[in-house]
T-cell receptor, first 112, second 114 residues
Framework: GAGVSQTPSNKVTEKGKYVELRCDPI?????LYWYRQSLGQGPEFLIY????????DSGLPNDRFFAVRPEGSVSTLKIQRTERGDSAVYLC??????????FGPGTRLTVL | AQSVAQPEDQVNVAEGNPLTVKCTYS??????LFWYVQYPNRGLQFLLK??????LVKGSYGFEAEFNKSQTSFHLKKPSALVSDSALYFC????????????FGGGTRLMVKP
């Protein structure tokens, strides 16, 4: 079956703009995760959904970041008033329960 | 708080030789440990995991890892390296008592030379 997909693969925006990043998890996976990977570093946790609700959003850096998963499948990560420091690869992962997480290819966000 | 250390930024090995990529962790509860591999411009691919049971875990592409509780280590190994194993490797830990988030190490670049 299909893996985790993320769109767009690349997003270039200007400082101060609003962006949305989309994640389509593996069918049937109840858990969905967002991570952020800066150049030369390991991924850092942002938020975790179990079903439709955010079970843990402790990794969101500030209130400019928000994520939703209204129907328990596709998720959107929303970033308001983007800053140059938001530039990174945003990774989405999904899992069946508490098992290993399967990652998508990521969205490379560049804020000019 | 949980943490992972990968002390080597890069590991160089000749094709056909054994390889080891080191990982140590810190958690307050019982650890769930994972290794992922990342090829250029691609997402993370799951290699193997330790949850419980045998300390030696076997995974994809001939990789294995040994869980050592006393040394809080989970080193990745392979008996005979291939040039195609060259990639970025990440160790990750999840604390059984602290939710589902994975904490990753900084990554180790493996270079296998012919």
């Amino acid at each position: 079956g299909a893996g985790v997909s993320q769109t767009p693969s690349n997003k270039v925006t200007e400082k101060g703009k609003y962006v949305e990043l989309r994640c389509d998890p593996i069918s049937g996976h109840t858990a969905l995760y967002w991570y952020r990977q800066s150049l030369g570093q390991g991924p850092e946790f942002l938020i975790y959904f179990q079903g439709t609700g955010a079970a843990d959003d402790s990794g969101l850096p500030n209130d400019r970041f928000f994520a939703v998963r209204p129907e328990g499948s596709v998720s959107t990560l929303k970033i308001q008033r983007t800053e140059r420091g938001d530039s990174a690869v945003y990774l989405c992962a999904s899992s069946l329960g508490l098992d290993e997480q399967f990652f998508g290819p990521g969205t490379r966000l560049t804020v000019l | 708080a949980q943490s992972v250390a990968q002390p080597e930024d890069q590991v160089n090995v000749a094709e056909g030789n054994p390889l080891t990529v080191k990982c140590t962790y810190s958690v307050s509860g019982n650890p769930y440990l994972f290794w992922y591999v990342q090829y250029p411009n691609r997402g993370l691919q799951f290699l193997l995991k330790y949850i419980t049971g045998d300390n030696l875990v076997k995974g994809s592409y001939g990789f294995e890892a040994e869980f050592n509780k006393s040394q809080t280590s989970f080193h990745l190994k392979k008996p005979s390296a291939l040039v195609s194993d060259s990639a970025l490797y990440f160790c990750a830990v999840r604390d059984y008592n602290a939710g589902n988030m994975l904490t990753f190490g900084g990554g180790t670049r493996l270079m296998v030379k012919p």
